[in-house]
Protein backbone atom coordinates (compact mmCIF):
# COMPACT_ATOMS: atom_id res chain seq x y z
CA UNK A 1 0.00 0.00 0.00
CA UNK A 2 1.54 3.31 -0.92
CA UNK A 3 3.08 5.35 1.71
CA UNK A 4 0.03 7.95 3.10
CA UNK A 5 1.45 11.43 4.52
CA UNK A 6 -2.18 11.82 6.47
CA UNK A 7 -3.46 10.89 9.65
CA UNK A 8 -6.69 10.85 11.66
CA UNK A 9 -7.56 8.81 14.66
CA UNK A 10 -5.51 5.62 13.83
CA UNK A 11 -2.72 4.23 11.68
CA UNK A 12 -5.47 1.88 10.09
CA UNK A 13 -5.73 1.64 6.45
CA UNK A 14 -8.61 1.22 3.96
CA UNK A 15 -8.23 0.86 0.19
CA UNK A 16 -8.06 3.53 -2.33
CA UNK A 17 -11.22 4.84 -3.00
CA UNK A 18 -11.93 4.69 -6.83
CA UNK A 19 -15.65 5.76 -7.05
CA UNK A 20 -19.32 5.56 -5.91
CA UNK A 21 -22.44 5.35 -7.31
CA UNK A 22 -26.32 4.71 -5.35
CA UNK A 23 -25.28 2.85 -2.24
CA UNK A 24 -22.67 1.33 -3.75
CA UNK A 25 -18.51 2.54 -3.57
CA UNK A 26 -15.66 0.68 -5.46
CA UNK A 27 -12.05 0.72 -4.44
CA UNK A 28 -9.49 0.62 -7.02
CA UNK A 29 -9.21 -2.66 -7.63
CA UNK A 30 -12.56 -3.12 -8.56
CA UNK A 31 -14.10 -4.39 -5.25
CA UNK A 32 -17.75 -3.42 -4.73
CA UNK A 33 -19.06 -2.46 -1.27
CA UNK A 34 -22.21 -1.56 0.28
CA UNK A 35 -22.19 2.02 1.92
CA UNK A 36 -24.47 0.52 5.20
CA UNK A 37 -23.38 3.30 7.33
CA UNK A 38 -24.12 5.74 4.92
CA UNK A 39 -20.75 6.75 5.91
CA UNK A 40 -20.79 8.52 8.99
CA UNK A 41 -24.74 8.59 8.76
CA UNK A 42 -24.00 11.71 6.48
CA UNK A 43 -25.08 9.94 2.45
CA UNK A 44 -28.44 10.27 3.17
CA UNK A 45 -29.68 10.25 -0.75
CA UNK A 46 -27.03 8.31 -1.83
CA UNK A 47 -23.92 8.88 -4.11
CA UNK A 48 -23.49 10.81 -7.21
CA UNK A 49 -26.88 11.82 -7.15
CA UNK A 50 -26.84 13.40 -10.97
CA UNK A 51 -29.32 15.98 -10.02
CA UNK A 52 -26.72 17.16 -6.99
CA UNK A 53 -23.94 16.90 -9.33
CA UNK A 54 -25.64 19.27 -11.57
CA UNK A 55 -26.86 21.87 -9.30
CA UNK A 56 -23.11 21.93 -7.97
CA UNK A 57 -21.96 22.50 -11.87
CA UNK A 58 -24.07 25.14 -12.75
CA UNK A 59 -23.50 27.18 -9.59
CA UNK A 60 -19.37 26.57 -10.18
CA UNK A 61 -19.94 28.03 -13.23
CA UNK A 62 -21.74 31.10 -11.80
CA UNK A 63 -19.26 31.74 -8.59
CA UNK A 64 -17.91 29.09 -6.05
CA UNK A 65 -17.29 31.86 -3.23
CA UNK A 66 -18.91 35.22 -2.23
CA UNK A 67 -18.17 36.26 1.56
CA UNK A 68 -21.15 36.98 3.58
CA UNK A 69 -20.02 40.27 4.74
CA UNK A 70 -19.54 41.52 0.96
CA UNK A 71 -22.50 40.05 -0.99
CA UNK A 72 -25.88 37.74 -0.37
CA UNK A 73 -25.90 34.97 -2.78
CA UNK A 74 -29.21 33.78 -4.39
CA UNK A 75 -28.28 29.96 -3.77
CA UNK A 76 -28.15 30.39 0.30
CA UNK A 77 -31.23 32.84 0.02
CA UNK A 78 -33.69 29.72 -1.59
CA UNK A 79 -32.27 27.24 1.00
CA UNK A 80 -32.53 29.39 3.77
CA UNK A 81 -36.49 30.01 2.84
CA UNK A 82 -37.03 26.01 2.49
CA UNK A 83 -35.09 25.17 5.61
CA UNK A 84 -37.50 27.61 7.42
CA UNK A 85 -40.50 26.31 5.88
CA UNK A 86 -39.36 22.65 6.40
CA UNK A 87 -38.65 23.77 10.51
CA UNK A 88 -40.72 24.17 13.51
CA UNK A 89 -43.00 27.16 13.65
CA UNK A 90 -41.30 30.53 14.52
CA UNK A 91 -37.69 28.88 13.17
CA UNK A 92 -37.60 31.54 10.15
CA UNK A 93 -33.97 32.61 10.29
CA UNK A 94 -31.43 30.31 9.55
CA UNK A 95 -27.67 30.12 10.51
CA UNK A 96 -25.27 28.05 7.64
CA UNK A 97 -22.21 26.26 8.75
CA UNK A 98 -20.03 23.59 7.67
CA UNK A 99 -20.35 20.38 9.68
CA UNK A 100 -21.83 19.61 12.95
CA UNK A 101 -19.63 20.48 15.65
CA UNK A 102 -19.94 24.22 14.27
CA UNK A 103 -23.63 24.01 14.22
CA UNK A 104 -23.80 22.92 18.06
CA UNK A 105 -20.97 25.33 18.82
CA UNK A 106 -23.40 28.25 16.87
CA UNK A 107 -26.41 26.49 19.10
CA UNK A 108 -24.87 27.47 22.50
CA UNK A 109 -23.32 30.42 21.58
CA UNK A 110 -26.69 31.72 20.16
CA UNK A 111 -28.23 30.77 23.43
CA UNK A 112 -25.56 32.18 25.91
CA UNK A 113 -25.81 35.97 24.04
CA UNK A 114 -29.41 35.94 24.44
CA UNK A 115 -29.18 35.20 28.31
CA UNK A 116 -26.86 37.78 28.44
CA UNK A 117 -28.50 40.23 26.07
CA UNK A 118 -31.40 40.02 28.56
CA UNK A 119 -29.96 40.82 31.84
CA UNK A 120 -29.11 36.83 32.65
CA UNK A 121 -25.73 36.22 32.40
CA UNK A 122 -25.78 33.82 35.45
CA UNK A 123 -27.12 31.66 33.04
CA UNK A 124 -24.46 29.61 31.37
CA UNK A 125 -24.59 25.87 32.50
CA UNK A 126 -25.85 23.82 29.33
CA UNK A 127 -27.55 20.17 30.91
CA UNK A 128 -26.53 17.39 28.40
CA UNK A 129 -26.88 13.33 28.54
CA UNK A 130 -24.25 10.72 29.30
CA UNK A 131 -23.34 9.28 27.21
CA UNK A 132 -23.70 11.72 24.06
CA UNK A 133 -21.42 13.07 21.43
CA UNK A 134 -22.17 16.49 20.39
CA UNK A 135 -19.52 16.68 18.47
CA UNK A 136 -15.10 17.29 19.12
CA UNK A 137 -14.96 21.26 19.15
CA UNK A 138 -14.11 22.64 22.92
CA UNK A 139 -17.67 23.80 23.50
CA UNK A 140 -19.82 20.87 21.64
CA UNK A 141 -17.19 18.31 23.72
CA UNK A 142 -18.26 19.96 27.01
CA UNK A 143 -21.52 18.58 26.08
CA UNK A 144 -20.24 15.48 24.89
CA UNK A 145 -19.69 12.66 27.36
CA UNK A 146 -17.39 9.70 25.57
CA UNK A 147 -14.73 8.62 27.76
CA UNK A 148 -12.00 8.48 25.33
CA UNK A 149 -12.82 11.44 23.78
CA UNK A 150 -13.38 14.05 26.45
CA UNK A 151 -10.57 12.80 28.96
CA UNK A 152 -7.33 14.13 27.52
CA UNK A 153 -9.35 17.75 27.05
CA UNK A 154 -11.24 17.69 30.03
CA UNK A 155 -8.70 20.41 31.68
CA UNK A 156 -9.39 22.56 29.11
CA UNK A 157 -12.86 23.39 29.01
CA UNK A 158 -15.83 23.35 31.67
CA UNK A 159 -17.17 20.81 33.22
CA UNK A 160 -20.44 20.81 31.94
CA UNK A 161 -23.91 18.81 34.69
CA UNK A 162 -25.17 15.68 33.02
CA UNK A 163 -28.09 13.48 33.65
CA UNK A 164 -28.20 9.79 32.06
CA UNK A 165 -29.77 8.95 28.82
CA UNK A 166 -32.45 7.35 28.75
CA UNK A 167 -31.18 3.62 28.00
CA UNK A 168 -34.51 1.89 29.34
CA UNK A 169 -33.60 -1.50 27.69
CA UNK A 170 -30.76 -2.08 30.27
CA UNK A 171 -33.17 -1.50 33.20
CA UNK A 172 -34.63 -4.64 35.13
CA UNK A 173 -37.62 -2.74 36.82
CA UNK A 174 -41.52 -3.41 36.55
CA UNK A 175 -42.15 0.42 35.53
CA UNK A 176 -44.41 0.53 31.95
CA UNK A 177 -42.04 2.12 29.18
CA UNK A 178 -44.41 5.41 30.11
CA UNK A 179 -43.59 5.18 33.24
CA UNK A 180 -39.47 5.03 32.16
CA UNK A 181 -39.71 7.58 29.61
CA UNK A 182 -41.12 10.26 32.42
CA UNK A 183 -38.33 8.82 35.54
CA UNK A 184 -35.39 9.77 32.84
CA UNK A 185 -36.97 12.93 31.85
CA UNK A 186 -37.73 14.15 35.40
CA UNK A 187 -34.05 13.58 35.95
CA UNK A 188 -33.46 16.46 33.92
CA UNK A 189 -35.68 18.37 36.98
CA UNK A 190 -33.96 17.10 39.34
CA UNK A 191 -30.76 18.18 37.80
CA UNK A 192 -31.74 21.90 37.41
CA UNK A 193 -32.27 22.07 41.32
CA UNK A 194 -29.66 20.84 41.83
CA UNK A 195 -27.19 22.42 39.50
CA UNK A 196 -29.42 26.02 40.62
CA UNK A 197 -31.69 26.75 38.11
CA UNK A 198 -30.61 30.62 38.08
CA UNK A 199 -27.65 28.98 36.24
CA UNK A 200 -28.77 26.50 33.50
CA UNK A 201 -29.25 28.12 30.06
CA UNK A 202 -30.12 25.07 28.10
CA UNK A 203 -30.88 21.36 27.78
CA UNK A 204 -29.16 19.72 24.58
CA UNK A 205 -30.18 16.09 23.36
CA UNK A 206 -30.49 14.14 20.16
CA UNK A 207 -33.86 13.21 19.65
CA UNK A 208 -32.67 9.62 18.48
CA UNK A 209 -29.20 8.69 20.17
CA UNK A 210 -25.74 8.77 17.65
CA UNK A 211 -23.09 7.25 17.88
CA UNK A 212 -22.36 7.14 21.89
CA UNK A 213 -25.36 5.29 22.33
CA UNK A 214 -26.65 3.61 19.37
CA UNK A 215 -29.74 4.80 17.54
CA UNK A 216 -31.63 5.15 21.24
CA UNK A 217 -34.91 5.84 21.07
CA UNK A 218 -36.83 7.23 24.15
CA UNK A 219 -40.22 6.23 25.49
CA UNK A 220 -42.81 8.49 23.83
CA UNK A 221 -43.50 10.10 26.93
CA UNK A 222 -40.12 11.35 27.88
CA UNK A 223 -40.22 13.46 24.89
CA UNK A 224 -43.40 16.26 26.11
CA UNK A 225 -42.12 15.65 29.80
CA UNK A 226 -38.59 17.34 28.83
CA UNK A 227 -40.14 20.08 26.70
CA UNK A 228 -42.69 21.19 29.60
CA UNK A 229 -39.39 20.84 32.31
CA UNK A 230 -37.35 23.00 30.26
CA UNK A 231 -40.41 25.11 29.97
CA UNK A 232 -41.18 25.24 33.97
CA UNK A 233 -37.50 26.88 34.57
CA UNK A 234 -37.58 29.11 31.76
CA UNK A 235 -34.37 27.19 29.71
CA UNK A 236 -33.59 26.54 26.17
CA UNK A 237 -34.76 23.10 24.75
CA UNK A 238 -32.18 22.61 22.26
CA UNK A 239 -32.13 19.66 19.46
CA UNK A 240 -28.84 17.98 18.42
CA UNK A 241 -30.43 16.70 15.06
CA UNK A 242 -27.31 16.54 12.96
CA UNK A 243 -27.48 12.82 12.66
CA UNK A 244 -31.35 12.73 12.99
CA UNK A 245 -31.97 15.43 10.86
CA UNK A 246 -32.82 15.81 6.49
CA UNK A 247 -34.87 12.78 6.64
CA UNK A 248 -32.91 10.13 8.56
CA UNK A 249 -35.76 8.86 11.09
CA UNK A 250 -38.58 9.31 8.34
CA UNK A 251 -38.90 12.99 8.85
CA UNK A 252 -37.51 16.16 8.01
CA UNK A 253 -36.65 16.48 11.52
CA UNK A 254 -37.27 13.69 14.37
CA UNK A 255 -38.35 15.89 16.51
CA UNK A 256 -41.86 16.01 14.45
CA UNK A 257 -41.85 12.00 15.73
CA UNK A 258 -43.45 14.04 18.94
CA UNK A 259 -44.56 17.10 17.74
CA UNK A 260 -42.21 19.15 19.74
CA UNK A 261 -40.87 22.27 19.02
CA UNK A 262 -37.50 22.71 19.99
CA UNK A 263 -36.22 26.27 20.84
CA UNK A 264 -33.04 25.99 19.06
CA UNK A 265 -32.23 23.24 15.86
CA UNK A 266 -28.37 22.09 14.78
CA UNK A 267 -28.29 20.14 12.00
CA UNK A 268 -26.07 18.91 9.12
CA UNK A 269 -24.82 15.13 7.97
CA UNK A 270 -27.40 14.43 5.92
CA UNK A 271 -27.94 18.13 5.13
CA UNK A 272 -25.19 18.53 2.63
CA UNK A 273 -25.44 14.46 2.22
CA UNK A 274 -22.15 13.90 1.52
CA UNK A 275 -21.74 16.10 -1.15
CA UNK A 276 -19.98 19.43 0.22
CA UNK A 277 -19.88 20.50 3.97
CA UNK A 278 -23.12 21.91 5.15
CA UNK A 279 -25.04 22.52 8.14
CA UNK A 280 -27.72 24.85 9.76
CA UNK A 281 -29.01 26.22 12.98
CA UNK A 282 -32.31 27.30 13.40
CA UNK A 283 -34.03 29.25 16.19
CA UNK A 284 -36.93 30.51 16.97
CA UNK A 285 -38.03 34.26 15.90
CA UNK A 286 -37.37 36.06 19.56
CA UNK A 287 -34.50 34.28 20.31
CA UNK A 288 -32.98 35.55 17.16
CA UNK A 289 -34.12 39.12 17.25
CA UNK A 290 -33.17 39.69 20.61
CA UNK A 291 -29.50 38.83 19.90
CA UNK A 292 -29.64 40.38 16.84
CA UNK A 293 -31.00 44.09 18.92
CA UNK A 294 -28.12 43.66 21.01
CA UNK A 295 -25.50 44.53 18.43
CA UNK A 296 -25.31 40.97 16.59
CA UNK A 297 -24.67 37.54 16.81
CA UNK A 298 -20.81 37.84 17.67
CA UNK A 299 -19.83 34.47 16.15
CA UNK A 300 -19.40 32.96 12.45
CA UNK A 301 -17.62 30.96 9.81
CA UNK A 302 -15.52 31.68 6.84
CA UNK A 303 -17.70 29.39 4.34
CA UNK A 304 -21.52 30.12 6.14
CA UNK A 305 -23.53 30.40 3.44
CA UNK A 306 -21.22 29.26 0.67
CA UNK A 307 -23.00 29.58 -2.57
CA UNK A 308 -21.90 25.79 -3.94
CA UNK A 309 -22.77 24.42 -0.82
CA UNK A 310 -26.32 25.95 -0.80
CA UNK A 311 -27.00 24.75 -4.28
CA UNK A 312 -26.28 21.47 -3.09
CA UNK A 313 -28.04 21.68 0.09
CA UNK A 314 -30.74 22.86 -1.65
CA UNK A 315 -30.86 20.15 -4.62
CA UNK A 316 -30.32 17.40 -1.67
CA UNK A 317 -33.81 18.76 -0.09
CA UNK A 318 -35.34 18.83 -3.55
CA UNK A 319 -34.22 14.99 -4.23
CA UNK A 320 -35.73 13.73 -0.94
CA UNK A 321 -39.01 15.30 -1.51
CA UNK A 322 -39.53 14.52 -5.36
CA UNK A 323 -38.55 11.12 -5.00
CA UNK A 324 -40.49 11.03 -2.02
CA UNK A 325 -37.49 9.15 0.15
CA UNK A 326 -38.90 9.35 4.02
CA UNK A 327 -41.46 7.56 2.75
CA UNK A 328 -39.12 4.62 1.64
CA UNK A 329 -36.95 5.24 4.69
CA UNK A 330 -39.94 4.34 7.04
CA UNK A 331 -40.73 1.45 5.03
CA UNK A 332 -37.45 -0.31 4.00
CA UNK A 333 -36.31 0.54 8.11
CA UNK A 334 -39.33 -1.22 9.49
CA UNK A 335 -37.66 -4.10 7.00
CA UNK A 336 -34.25 -3.60 8.39
CA UNK A 337 -35.33 -3.70 11.95
CA UNK A 338 -37.58 -6.65 11.50
CA UNK A 339 -34.34 -8.40 9.85
CA UNK A 340 -32.44 -7.74 12.91
CA UNK A 341 -34.77 -9.14 15.22
CA UNK A 342 -34.50 -12.19 13.03
CA UNK A 343 -30.76 -12.20 13.78
CA UNK A 344 -31.85 -11.95 17.42
CA UNK A 345 -33.12 -15.33 16.87
CA UNK A 346 -30.54 -16.88 16.14
CA UNK A 347 -27.84 -14.96 18.06
CA UNK A 348 -28.27 -14.44 21.75
CA UNK A 349 -25.82 -12.05 22.07
CA UNK A 350 -27.58 -9.78 20.32
CA UNK A 351 -28.91 -8.19 23.51
CA UNK A 352 -30.98 -5.22 21.27
CA UNK A 353 -32.03 -4.08 18.40
CA UNK A 354 -33.62 -0.14 17.82
CA UNK A 355 -34.10 3.01 15.79
CA UNK A 356 -36.20 4.95 14.03
CA UNK A 357 -36.15 5.35 10.16
CA UNK A 358 -32.75 4.53 9.08
CA UNK A 359 -30.96 5.12 11.98
CA UNK A 360 -30.84 1.60 13.31
CA UNK A 361 -28.76 -0.33 15.38
CA UNK A 362 -27.77 -3.85 17.48
CA UNK A 363 -25.92 -4.00 20.28
CA UNK A 364 -23.78 -7.31 21.66
CA UNK A 365 -23.82 -8.75 25.36
CA UNK A 366 -22.50 -11.65 27.39
CA UNK A 367 -25.27 -12.15 28.66
CA UNK A 368 -29.35 -10.81 26.98
CA UNK A 369 -30.90 -11.17 30.73
CA UNK A 370 -28.31 -9.00 32.20
CA UNK A 371 -27.00 -7.03 29.32
CA UNK A 372 -23.71 -7.35 31.18
CA UNK A 373 -21.45 -6.03 27.97
CA UNK A 374 -19.12 -8.36 25.86
CA UNK A 375 -15.22 -8.55 27.60
CA UNK A 376 -14.03 -5.23 26.07
CA UNK A 377 -10.35 -6.47 25.86
CA UNK A 378 -11.71 -8.36 22.81
CA UNK A 379 -12.67 -5.42 20.80
CA UNK A 380 -15.84 -6.71 19.34
CA UNK A 381 -16.84 -3.55 18.03
CA UNK A 382 -14.19 -3.13 15.88
CA UNK A 383 -14.00 -6.95 14.66
CA UNK A 384 -17.27 -7.49 13.54
CA UNK A 385 -16.49 -4.24 11.00
CA UNK A 386 -13.49 -5.50 9.69
CA UNK A 387 -15.30 -9.09 9.71
CA UNK A 388 -18.46 -7.14 7.61
CA UNK A 389 -16.01 -5.15 5.31
CA UNK A 390 -13.87 -7.84 4.25
CA UNK A 391 -17.05 -9.14 3.23
CA UNK A 392 -18.55 -6.09 1.13
CA UNK A 393 -20.62 -4.04 4.01
CA UNK A 394 -19.49 -1.22 5.94
CA UNK A 395 -21.16 -0.86 8.79
CA UNK A 396 -20.45 1.80 11.63
CA UNK A 397 -19.42 1.01 15.59
CA UNK A 398 -19.16 2.51 18.92
CA UNK A 399 -19.09 1.48 22.56
CA UNK A 400 -22.30 1.66 24.15
CA UNK A 401 -21.18 2.43 27.42
CA UNK A 402 -19.92 5.60 28.05
CA UNK A 403 -17.15 5.02 25.11
CA UNK A 404 -14.96 2.22 27.25
CA UNK A 405 -17.53 -1.14 26.99
CA UNK A 406 -20.28 -2.60 25.22
CA UNK A 407 -20.40 -2.83 21.41
CA UNK A 408 -22.93 -1.22 19.31
CA UNK A 409 -23.02 -1.67 15.59
CA UNK A 410 -24.90 1.20 13.57
CA UNK A 411 -26.59 -0.20 9.86
CA UNK A 412 -28.12 3.43 8.33
CA UNK A 413 -27.51 2.99 4.60
CA UNK A 414 -29.13 5.90 2.36
CA UNK A 415 -32.47 6.57 1.99
CA UNK A 416 -32.70 5.30 -1.61
CA UNK A 417 -31.94 1.63 -0.43
CA UNK A 418 -34.69 -1.36 -1.71
CA UNK A 419 -36.18 -4.19 -0.05
CA UNK A 420 -33.51 -6.12 -1.92
CA UNK A 421 -30.46 -4.72 -0.77
CA UNK A 422 -31.86 -4.38 2.34
CA UNK A 423 -31.76 -8.37 2.24
CA UNK A 424 -28.14 -8.14 0.78
CA UNK A 425 -27.38 -6.61 4.23
CA UNK A 426 -28.81 -8.87 6.66
CA UNK A 427 -27.07 -11.57 4.56
CA UNK A 428 -23.92 -10.04 5.11
CA UNK A 429 -24.84 -9.03 8.58
CA UNK A 430 -25.74 -12.95 9.10
CA UNK A 431 -22.34 -14.53 7.38
CA UNK A 432 -20.29 -11.89 9.64
CA UNK A 433 -22.02 -12.89 12.92
CA UNK A 434 -21.52 -16.65 11.96
CA UNK A 435 -17.27 -15.88 11.96
CA UNK A 436 -18.23 -13.88 14.92
CA UNK A 437 -19.36 -17.19 16.42
CA UNK A 438 -16.83 -19.15 15.22
CA UNK A 439 -13.76 -16.60 16.43
CA UNK A 440 -15.15 -16.15 19.83
CA UNK A 441 -16.93 -19.26 20.62
CA UNK A 442 -20.42 -17.34 20.83
CA UNK A 443 -23.30 -19.11 21.39
CA UNK A 444 -25.60 -19.75 17.89
CA UNK A 445 -28.93 -21.14 17.87
CA UNK A 446 -30.34 -23.51 14.83
Request: hydrophobic letters at 40%; proline letters at 6%; a negative charge.
Amino acid sequence: MQKSHLFYQTRTRRPLLDRAEGIYMWDVNGRRYIDGSSGAMVSNIGHSNPNVLAAMKAQMEKSTFGYRLHFENEPAEMLAARVAELSPEDHNKVFFVSGGSEAVESAIKLARQYAVANNQSERWKIISRSPSYHGSTMGALSLTSYEPLNAPFEPLYPDMPKIPAPTCYLDRDNLSDHDKGLKYADLLRDKIIESGPETILAFIMEPVGGASTGALVAPDSYYQRIRDICDEFGIFLIYDEVMTGVGRTGKFLAAEHWNINPDIIATSKGFGAGYVPLGAMTARDYIVDAVLDSGGFQHGYTYAGNPIACAAGLAVINEIYQKDMMTNTMHVGAKLIAGLNDLKRYYPFIGDVRGKGLLTAFELVSDPETMEPLPADLSIYNRLVDIAYDKGLIIYSRRTRNGTHGDHFLVCPPMIITEEQINDILDIINASLDVLVHEFSLPKDS
